[in-house]
């Protein structure tokens, strides 16, 4: 497609319960973010990808928190043991490199939502 | 570390007036300064970026310039209209932090009455 895709749009989970979060960045571009957005907390930083290695975890919450990215394409995030503080919209970008300054291109975001 | 402050929302404004989101940044090098945009049910979408101070950057109506004095980039509109209401995110992104990851502000909630 021509943009950054994610799925699922939504998704309703119990607590405990582990989710995996998808995105397909758009078609060349090397780099690839995971941000959070929540009422608490605004829109923060979770991993960066370049290519299949991430340089920069720094963001992640916890290590509940997961995401790997195979192919230099797709990447998954993964939740496990899932708590209510989890609950955020999920967003990925991706940029044509990260070694200029590039502009980042959002996808429409997983709603995560944990019972 | 680096941040990025905005002023507080909503801003309600009428159609076709004039408007001011304020945004400051703090940062330990030379970022990139950005806007995205969140219409409702959508996702972030670019609306303008500089990349240097004293640039200006535009798009929509909208203008922001870069600030190195006053290490700001407020965005403006001339006549707002009824469509532009949505959320507005100041974004920063600067090498100097190890990776191009964007550093947001809170986010500024506009609404224009017809």
């Known amino acids: 497609g021509a943009g950054v895709s994610q799925s699922p749009s939504n998704k309703v989970t119990e607590k405990g319960k582990d989710v995996e979060l998808r995105c397909d960045p758009i078609s060349g571009h090397t780099a690839l973010y995971w941000y959070r957005q929540s009422l608490g907390q605004g829109l923060e930083f979770l991993i960066y990808f370049q290519g299949n290695s991430a340089p920069d975890k720094s963001g992640l919450p916890s290590d509940r928190f997961s995401a790997e990215r195979t192919g230099g394409s797709v990447s998954t995030l993964t939740i496990q043991r899932t708590q209510q503080e989890d609950s955020a919209v999920y967003l990925c970008?991706?940029?044509?490199?990260?070694?200029?300054?590039?502009?980042?291109?959002f996808g429409p975001g997983t709603r995560l939502t944990v019972l | 570390g680096d941040s990025v402050t905005q002023m507080e929302g909503p801003v309600t404004l009428s159609e076709e007036a004039f408007l001011t989101i304020n945004c400051t940044y703090t940062a330990t090098g030379y970022p990139s300064l950005f806007w995205y945009v969140q219409y409702p049910g959508e996702g972030l979408q670019l609306l303008l970026k500089?990349?240097?101070?004293?640039d200006k950057g535009s798009n929509k109506g909208f203008e922001a310039t870069y600030r190195k004095e006053t290490t700001s980039f407020h965005l403006e509109k001339g006549s707002v209209q009824v469509s532009d209401s949505a959320v507005y995110f100041c974004a920063l992104s600067d090498l100097n932090s190890g990776t191009y990851k964007y550093i947001f502000g809170t986010g500024t909630r506009l609404k224009v009455l017809a």
């Open positions: 500089a990349t240097k101070a004293d």
């Open positions: 970008a991706s940029s044509l490199d990260s070694f200029n300054t590039d502009t980042q291109y």
